[in-house]
């Protein structure tokens, strides 16, 4: 029995087919999406080799819709598989919360206890007095790693929940201290 006939030309597995194009689609662009987060990121060994498996179930899939032509549910499960994949490549990549941040924020209040509590929690903190619009701020520019931004903003927003601040993507960091991980 060819493969073909097995999923989905005759019978009522007619719907296999389709389900294996979107669910390929669905982890092919997923890694697409992770592939260009670790290129992002600086990991240009993990990169190539995840692209590699991307294309190859890329292959498989389309291999699949180009040969059953007349099959309309395979286009419309590639392109779910597509969307689906996209949603899900982000929540992986947020999950896996790689990289390093950069932390600004700008306050008008005098920042030594945020200042001492960022301090406290071992991260790299540097901080400077300026001139604003509304007259003097401070300036306080924090290294975290990207997964301790939620503990950071919180202990901010309970310490200065005045201040306003930016977040930014770094792509290196030469020198900074980081928490200790368990």
């Known amino acids: 029995m060819n493969l073909h006939v097995l999923l989905g030309a005759n019978g009522g597995w007619w719907w296999i087919l389709p389900v294996l194009v979107c669910l390929a689609r669905v982890v092919d662009v997923s890694l697409g999406t992770l592939?260009?987060?670790?290129?992002?990121?600086?990991?240009?060994?993990?990169?190539?080799?995840v692209g590699f498996f991307e294309v190859l179930i890329?292959?498989?899939?389309?291999?699949?819709?180009?040969?059953?032509?007349?099959?309309?549910?395979?286009?419309?499960?590639?392109?779910?598989?597509?969307?689906?994949?996209?949603?899900?490549?982000?929540?992986?990549?947020?999950?896996?919360?790689?990289?390093t941040l950069i932390l600004r924020i700008i306050t008008q209040k005098e920042?030594?206890?945020?200042?001492?509590?960022?301090?406290?929690?071992?991260?790299?903190?540097?901080?400077?007095?300026?001139?604003?619009a509304s007259g003097r701020v401070k300036i306080i520019f924090v290294v975290v790693r990207r997964g301790d931004l939620p503990q950071t903003l919180d202990a901010l927003r309970t310490l200065n929940p005045r201040a306003s601040y930016t977040v930014e993507d770094v792509r290196a960091v030469s020198k900074a201290a980081f928490p200790l991980k368990a």
């Open 35 to 49: 592939r260009v987060v670790f290129v992002s990121r600086g990991l240009t060994m993990v990169a190539p080799v």
């Open 58 to 99: 890329w292959i498989a899939a389309i291999a699949q819709v180009v040969h059953n032509l007349d099959n309309v549910i395979c286009y419309v499960a590639y392109a779910t598989g597509f969307g689906i994949g996209t949603y899900v490549g982000l929540l992986i990549e947020e999950r896996l919360a790689l990289g």
């Open 111 to 132: 920042g030594e206890d945020l200042v001492a509590e960022l301090r406290r929690r071992n991260l790299g903190v540097t901080c400077m007095d300026a001139q604003g």
